[in-house]
């Protein structure tokens, strides 16, 4: 079945720099990538998402970058922030209701 | 608010005992989805629901669980006999089919499940 390889599972900045999590899917098929940051007790919070006709997409400090030939996603957070401190996850999805989530990257902020 | 709401937020029950969760989507959202995440992994897929037509769920969803969207509004999620396994958080989402096949989905806040 469809498998998406989230790593770092955990990782730690000064405030200021920036963090980069990595995502890998197995479905070639697979054509709409959603990041979702969770805090805890809380459920998942849409930050940013990219389709496949996409290579990069941003949004302010935020962006996403998408290799379909080698099937890699990855986030990339600029000028972190103590509140940028979460459980963040990938996913993939064959354009449907069915996401498969990675296993998530615990991001800590160090002040 | 107009998010997705999940209702209760944290439910501790003993094993045997059945147990409903509540769900309301965002409005006018014509897709519903559910989805189980234990602690240290990402949700994993349910079920999901246009309307209120059940159209797919995951072989997770044993034969305890049942699900239904009886006007194609609100959700519940019932587990009939919990087990310890069933402890986890449960998390509804939902999302709107339109003529752009969006494909967004926006989760709740979950409901968390502890079997005692």
């Known amino acids: 079945g469809e498998n998406v390889e989230q790593h770092p599972s955990t990782l730690s900045v000064q405030e200021g720099d920036s963090a980069v999590i990595k995502c890998t899917y197995s479905d070639s098929a697979s054509n709409y990538f959603p990041w979702y940051k969770q805090e805890l007790g809380k459920g998942p919070q849409l930050i940013i998402d990219i389709r496949s006709n996409v290579g990069e997409k941003k949004d302010q400090r935020i962006a996403v970058t998408l290799n379909k030939t080698a099937k890699h996603f990855s986030l990339h957070i600029t000028e972190t922030q103590p509140e940028d401190s979460a459980v963040y996850f990938c996913a993939a999805s064959k354009g449907t209701y069915k996401y498969i989530f990675g296993t998530g990257t615990r991001l800590k902020v160090l002040a | 608010d107009t998010g997705v709401s999940q209702d209760p937020r944290h439910k501790i029950t003993k094993r045997g005992q059945n147990v409903t969760f509540r769900c309301d989507p965002i409005?006018?959202?014509?897709?519903l989805y559910w989805y189980r995440q234990t602690l240290g992994q990402g949700p994993e897929f349910l079920t999901y629901?246009?309307?209120?037509?059940?159209?797919?769920k995951s072989r997770l969803l044993s034969d305890r669980f049942s699900a239904e969207r009886p006007k194609g509004s609100f959700s519940t999620l019932e587990i009939q006999r919990t087990e310890q396994g069933d402890s986890a958080m449960y998390l509804c989402?939902?999302?709107?089919?339109?003529?752009?096949?969006?494909?967004?989905?926006?989760f709740g806040e979950g409901s968390w499940l502890t079997v005692v």
């Open positions: 629901f246009q309307n209120e037509a059940q159209l797919e």
């Open positions: 409005s006018e959202h014509n897709r």
């Open positions: 989402a939902s999302s709107f089919r339109g003529t752009h096949s969006g494909n967004t989905i926006y």
